[in-house]
């Protein structure tokens, strides 16, 4: 199933609108524009891959700023949406999150996944503890 054309661009574009606000640092208002997006994606959410990017964006912006909750809620989520227990950055987060809310357990069982798929580059980019939960593993 696909969305219509018409509502898919009006999600595309809250949430284009929302990235915009990330890149300016205004978490709270592209909270805002993505819980909108969210909002327009039919009953069931889990069905449409529009919420899995949709889930991903409110999880990662919560992540930035320090909502480590509302993340976690956002990236489990953002799992059980289409293609979503596949993605690499949302196992990263997810697990970062975790790792946040001191849940090392559970955040180096993110962690790995996230290697599995996608290598250490995938932590390139990211504080090296988060890394280190996992180095032992590997």
Same mark, same amino acid.
């Given at each position: 199933?696909?969305l ?12 284009s ?10 978490? /709270? =208002?592209?909270?805002? +524009?993505y819980?909108?997006a969210?909002? &327009? ?5 889990? %069905? ?6 949709i ?17 976690k ?12 227990? /596949? =993605?690499?950055?949302i +196992?990263?987060?997810l697990?970062?999150? &975790?790792?946040?809310?001191g849940d090392? %357990? ?5 962690l ?16 090296d503890k988060y890394?280190?939960?996992i180095?032992s593993?590997?």
């Amino acid at each position: 199933m696909e969305l219509h054309d018409e509502l898919y661009e009006r999600i595309v574009s809250l949430c284009s609108q929302g990235d915009d606000l990330v890149n300016s640092f205004e978490f /709270e =208002n592209a909270i805002k +524009m993505y819980l909108k997006a969210l909002d &327009l994606v039919p009953e069931p959410k889990q %069905n449409w891959e529009a919420s899995t990017w949709i889930y991903t964006a409110l999880g990662d912006t919560s992540y930035m700023n320090k909502d480590y909750d509302a993340s976690k809620h956002f990236l489990f989520n953002a799992i059980n949406c289409p293609d979503g227990i /596949e =993605n690499p950055f949302i +196992m990263l987060r997810l697990g970062e999150t &975790l790792y946040e809310l001191g849940d090392v %357990n559970k955040a180096k069982e993110y962690l790995l996944r996230a290697y599995i798929l996608e290598g250490y580059s995938i932590f390139e980019n990211e504080d090296d503890k988060y890394f280190d939960v996992i180095r032992s593993e590997i």
